[in-house]
Every structure is written in structure tokens, then in C-alpha cells.
């Protein structure tokens, strides 16, 4: 090694030489910030691994690098930068909320928090897939990339817009026992089976607002599907108890028969 070069600098100059090289010009490419989640609960024997980065393309598509796609979807970072002090940072990152759709994965998915990896990939766009450009990429290169590996440590805040997670390094977990589920306010059920009992011929979309079974079939010739797979396409819950109540209607009141709702009253998130 070169005397007073760190070591961490001749790791990356080793580790990923071109991106090295670019990261030392004084006018390099722009920097791309990718992100991975990787969930700790496999979905028929697959590993679910969640994709996002805070843009798109020239293209206006997702990027793409290392043959994998990263859709376009809300991202804040802060606290990754380390202390000359030696003391291990605690960052945060904050991923689009919209329509409650991490949140009800996460439940879904009964996310331990100390389980799920977020993994932070960082390359410069002259080295992303060629697919990302009209013309093509000479210097696509999925080797020039940093990575760095971070658990969640908790969930810092949590709305309709964004959910953040405070994140912590492998080395400072404690063994602690958590939850089997999420306190929260959506529900984890899958919809129509196991515990969500609703089978009726009504149809919503994920805001709560009804689809007519005449709307269904138009959705159902519009996108060449049978009436079933428009259904299962288009016939959705929005996960909280006011969309249980509007699915069973008949079953509060005099009646008194509990809904299937498998989410936590006093949970409810900011709208």
C-alpha cells in the first residue's frame, strides 16, 4: 500500500477500479444512487427484493443497471457519511408511500425490522446498462459500483406519502426478541382468502371507490382479459377499516359480528 493512502481508498481502488477512476476526476459523471430492500420473508420459496431509484432514464424509463431495473419512486437519504471519529453512522431513507403500498407490503410480508436489508448502490451514469440510452453504452460497466449494507433498525416515521426507516450496520444489532407483526393500521390479510372472508360480487379499486360489474367488463375487453382476470387485476382493498366496514356493511351494529380486519385501530398513520 502507498504510505498515508487509506486503506479503505486502496480497497476501492482495488474493488472497483473504473468507478475509482471516474469518482477522481474533477469533472465525473453524475453521481446515481440506487437502492435494494430486501425482505426476509420468501414468497413461494422466492427471495422478495424491492428496487427504487429517485428518477428515471434519458429514456424516461426506469434505470437499469446490472441487468436489474429500479423503478422511479420517491427517495430521501440523509447520515451516510461516516465520522473521522470512528463512530458508526445511523442514516435514515425515506421511500414513497403512496397509497399505502410499503406499508402493506411490510405488514404483508410480517417484516422483523432487524431482518430486512437495505442495500445502497452507488455508480456514476456513464456506467449504467445500455438499455438506458438510445444510442446504446460503450462504457456500461456493472463492476464499477459501491455498495454498502445496512439493516433496519426501526421505522422512524410513517404516512400516506413516505415511510423511513433508521437504518444501522450489521455489527450494532442486539438480540432482541420483536413482534411476529407490525403495529400498524393496514391490514396484513390477503384479500378475498385465508382470513379476509370477502367474496362478494361488489368490486373497488385501492382507494375504497366502487367498480361497477358493467365498468369491470369494459376494463376486462379493454385489456383483453377474461372477467375473472380483470378481477384479480383491478379489484383491490385499501387496507383499512373503513374499507372493511364498506365491504361488510351488515356487520357492526345490531348485528355485532367483528370484521375481518386484521389491521390495529390505534395505529392510524397521518393522512
Not at 445502497?120 to 460503450?138: E, Q
Not at 459500483?145 to 404516512?159: F, G, K, P, Q, S
Request: net charge neutral.
Amino acid at each position: 500500500m502507498t504510505d498515508n493512502i487509506p486503506q479503505y481508498v486502496e480497497d476501492l481502488r482495488s474493488a472497483a477500479p473504473a468507478y475509482f477512476e471516474e469518482l477522481q476526476k474533477l469533472a465525473p459523471s453524475a453521481v446515481i444512487d440506487l437502492f435494494e430492500l430486501r425482505l426476509q420473508k420468501a414468497i413461494n420459496g422466492v427471495q422478495q427484493t424491492l428496487y427504487y431509484h429517485a428518477g428515471t432514464n434519458e429514456l424516461t424509463a426506469p434505470v437499469q443497471f446490472n441487468g436489474k431495473t429500479y423503478p422511479a419512486v420517491p427517495v430521501e437519504v440523509s447520515g451516510f457519511e461516516s465520522s473521522a471519529k470512528g463512530v458508526v453512522p445511523r442514516p435514515t431513507v425515506k421511500f414513497g408511500n403512496a397509497n399505502g403500498a410499503i406499508s402493506s407490503l411490510l405488514v404483508q410480508q410480517d417484516l422483523n425490522p432487524l431482518r430486512a436489508e437495505v442495500v445502497r448502490i452507488r455508480t456514476f451514469k456513464k456506467f449504467l446498462d445500455a438499455a438506458n440510452f438510445s444510442s446504446g453504452n460503450p462504457t456500461a460497466d456493472p463492476d464499477a459500483r459501491t455498495e454498502e449494507h445496512w439493516y433496519i433498525d426501526r421505522v422512524a416515521d410513517e404516512n400516506l406519502q413516505f415511510v423511513e426507516f433508521e437504518l444501522t450496520a450489521k455489527l450494532d444489532l442486539v438480540n432482541i426478541e420483536l413482534p411476529r407483526r407490525k403495529v400498524t393500521e393496514f391490514c396484513p390479510w390477503k384479500y378475498r382468502g385465508g382470513r379476509c372472508t370477502y367474496s362478494a360480487n361488489r368490486y373497488y379499486r385501492v382507494d375504497d371507490v366502487q367498480i361497477t360489474r358493467a365498468q369491470m367488463q369494459s376494463l376486462a375487453s379493454t385489456n383483453g382479459l377474461t372477467f375473472d382476470e380483470a378481477v384479480a387485476k383491478f379489484d383491490h382493498c385499501g387496507k383499512r377499516v373503513s374499507s372493511c366496514r364498506l365491504r361488510f356493511p351488515d356487520n357492526e351494529g345490531e348485528n355485532n359480528i367483528a370484521l375481518p380486519y386484521g389491521g390495529f385501530l390505534g395505529a392510524r398513520v397521518q393522512a
